[in-house]
């Protein structure tokens, strides 16, 4: 079972329009994470949220985190064929897990030219 | 400078073999970890060591798997016994510390094939 619902699972779109991915679950996370991996390589990191409700922005890249810390989505403007590759979300939950990471199963986006 | 390096980068073994893969994280990283990734899976955590204290052990799917880490730097995740459930591409990733925000730090991977 997996901690962290993501969807949808793919996501093929043309480029200039714009998308929301989201991360759910039944429980509280101490901070979310959002990373995205190219093929061949290990995740990146984008952006870390600790503050429920909070909004943080990376260029096109809006990210928020539930007012309740269970939740988040990315939202990207204007998808570019660059933005291609698979999106994780993953969280931390603390206490006795500190340094554990749950991770989603992913997001794969093509943005199509 | 240098990342957190993997090797293999891929292994091919037959099932029944034992395998070995290794990780060098980044230098002065007091954190490691270890995940696996399946098809279409996101990332199963496996195991996580932090400066000298006992290693979180809890995702380790079998007693099959077992990881060292020497020194406080490199690490080693063995597989005995492989089978074919066991193909996937082994990733590991280091931090600064061990806390909910800091940043893990990926490599490449190990791509494993059990035949």
């Known amino acids: 079972t997996q901690l962290l619902e993501q969807s949808p699972q793919f996501l093929s779109i043309q480029e200039g329009e714009n998308l929301t991915v989201y991360c759910n679950s039944s429980s509280v996370f101490s901070s979310l994470q959002w990373y995205r991996q190219e093929p061949g390589e290990g995740p990146v990191l984008l952006v870390t949220v600790v503050t429920g409700g909070e909004v943080k922005k990376l260029k096109r890249l809006t990210f928020q985190f539930g007012d309740a810390r269970k939740d988040s989505s990315l939202h990207i403007t204007a998808a570019q064929p660059g933005d291609t590759g698979l999106y994780l979300c993953?969280?931390?939950?603390?206490?006795?897990?500190?340094?554990?990471?749950?991770f989603g199963r992913g997001t794969q986006l093509t943005v199509w030219p | 400078g240098a990342g957190v390096s993997q090797s293999p980068s891929n292994k091919v073994t037959e099932k029944g073999k034992d395998v070995e893969l290794r990780c060098d994280p980044i230098s002065g990283h007091t954190a490691l970890y270890w995940y696996r990734q399946s098809l279409g899976q996101g990332l199963e955590f496996l195991i996580y060591f932090q400066g000298n204290s006992a290693p979180d052990k809890s995702g380790l799917p079998s007693d099959r798997f077992s990881a060292e880490r020497t020194g406080g730097s490199v690490s080693t995740l063995t597989i005995q016994r492989t089978q074919q459930e066991d193909s996937a591409v082994y990733l590991c990733?280091?931090?600064?510390?061990?806390?909910?925000?800091?940043?893990?730090?990926f490599g490449p991977g190990t791509r494993l094939t059990v035949l």
């Open positions: 993953a969280g931390f939950r603390g206490g006795s897990t500190l340094g554990r990471l749950y």
């Open positions: 990733a280091s931090s600064l510390v061990s806390k909910n925000t800091d940043t893990q730090y």
